[in-house]
């Protein structure tokens, strides 16, 4: 499957091409709640879900004792955008 280009916006890709960008991210579906995948680093994990208005990104067991952390990023935020600050982390 081909991505649209990486500055399109998150709203103007079809459902299997931003699942098929989350693998390409390392990213595992959850097989009972099909719109929440996980990302494991060696540094965090985070919990990503696809909600109906945003993609939000919860940050768990983080090094350094950091809090848990949770984002949101619109769908209107271009897929490089998002991919940035999903991987930049918590």
């Known amino acids: 499957m081909t991505f649209p280009s990486a500055d399109t916006p998150l709203y103007n890709h079809p459902l299997p091409v931003i699942e098929e960008w989350l693998q390409s991210l390392g990213c595992q579906q959850d097989q009972e709640q099909l719109h929440c995948w996980s990302l494991q680093t060696p540094n965090w994990e985070a919990q990503i879900a696809l909600e109906?208005?945003?993609?939000?990104?919860?940050?768990?067991n983080t090094k350094g004792g950091n809090p848990d952390v949770t984002r949101s990023f619109p769908y209107s935020l271009s897929r490089e955008d998002v991919e940035a600050a999903v991987l930049s982390g918590p």
Request: charged share 35%; aromatic share 12%; no cysteine.
């Open 52 to 60: 109906v208005e945003e993609l939000t990104v919860s940050y768990r």
